[in-house]
């Protein structure tokens, strides 16, 4: 199973979530574009980017304002 987390850049005291939802990925950062001049994206491109999180084509994306990655249970991580 993965876990998504989410971070938005807050100085030095970044605010993350976690959850093993891409859906609720998405709403967190459009939750935070509400609130975040420096959270900033296409909505339509995240969706892309989540989606290849999810398949595994991505393990990370990263932009100055925020960072979304995802990670494996250490159970399903290959030896």
């Not at 993350?16 to 975040?36: F, H, P, V």
Request: charged content about 30%; glycine content about 6%; proline content about 3%.
């Amino acid at each position: 199973m993965k876990t998504y987390r989410v971070t938005i850049r807050n100085g030095a005291y970044p605010l993350t979530y976690d959850t093993l939802s891409i859906a609720k990925a998405y709403g967190c950062l459009m939750e935070a574009r509400n609130w975040a001049c420096h959270v900033d994206f296409d909505p339509e491109e995240l969706m892309e980017v989540l989606a290849d999180l999810r398949a595994g084509r991505k393990l990370l994306y990263e932009t100055d304002g925020w960072k979304v990655e995802a990670e494996m249970e250490e159970s399903q991580c290959r030896e």
